[in-house]
């Protein structure tokens, strides 16, 4: 069995986690959670899984009450994936709706945009893990995904541009990395991966898609069965993984 909450369930990859995760003999349960309602996952396998999805608005009081719900369920929960991310795209900024897009150059970096990028992609995925407290000290193994990018690799940082994606990314990684040193000695039981997709065929891809080498753009099928491996074969070390979809390590 294994019972998986999704945040950010509305992503490509996240749904195909979801499928194949229900594909997979024995009962499941998966709790998904989107700002969005959710289309129906077809169950393939035979067992008595269920599927229950919540909407949220990503608010701090939205996020303290879906986890207060899921841990009045007294439900295992063994996995995590936090799917949440912005590379491009709009957000409300002073009442009126700004557009946004990876910066070439310095003079492109608008504060407000950092802080909407910084805000989507680190602090959010933060407030989950802060709020699923309750949830690990039941001292229960799961294994917790949070999507990162090779962009926020400081050691990785070759090509420069794209300031407020790659500040963002790093700075979960170091997000992440703390909590892991905290868990370590609160919840042992607790493993962190922050993962690379790579470049996948979603909507967050498309603007770039025409620069990808051949063989390189994945489908979100390919990067779910890749991500559903390595959780399955990653021990519970105390560390933060920061992993690709090949399963190699990357250097923060």
């Not at 193994?141 to 541009?161: M, Q, T």
Request: net charge neutral; hydrophobic share 40%.
């Amino acid at each position: 069995m294994t019972n998986a909450l999704i945040i950010g369930a509305n992503s490509a990859i996240a749904h195909a986690i979801a499928e194949q995760i229900l594909e997979q003999p024995g009962n499941h349960a998966l709790l998904r959670v989107s700002r969005s309602s959710l289309p129906e996952i077809p169950q393939t396998q035979s067992g008595a899984s269920t599927v229950s999805d919540w909407q949220s608005d990503y608010s701090e009081q939205s996020i303290e009450a879906i986890c207060s719900n899921i841990v009045a369920t007294g439900m295992h929960i063994d996995a995590v994936f936090i799917c949440n991310g912005v590379l491009h795209g709009n957000f409300v900024n002073q009442g009126s709706h700004t557009d946004f897009f990876p910066e070439k150059k310095l003079e492109d970096v608008s504060p407000a945009a950092l802080s909407h990028v910084l805000q989507s992609n680190a602090m959010l995925p933060l407030l989950w893990l802060q709020n699923l407290i309750p949830l690990f000290a039941t001292n229960h193994p799961c294994k917790v995904v949070c999507f990162s990018a090779r962009v926020g690799s400081i050691n990785d940082n070759r090509l420069g541009g794209w300031y407020s994606y790659r500040a963002s990314k790093a700075a979960l990684n170091m997000l992440l990395k703390t909590v892991s040193v905290e868990f370590s000695r609160r919840f042992k039981k607790v493993k962190l991966i922050a993962f690379h997709p790579g470049t996948t065929d979603t909507h967050l891809s498309k603007p770039f898609q025409a620069n990808v080498p051949a063989g390189k753009l994945f489908t979100p099928k390919f990067v779910a069965s890749q991500l559903l491996d390595i959780v399955q074969s990653v021990d519970f070390d105390g560390q933060l993984s920061y992993l690709d979809w090949n399963n190699n390590p990357i250097e923060f």
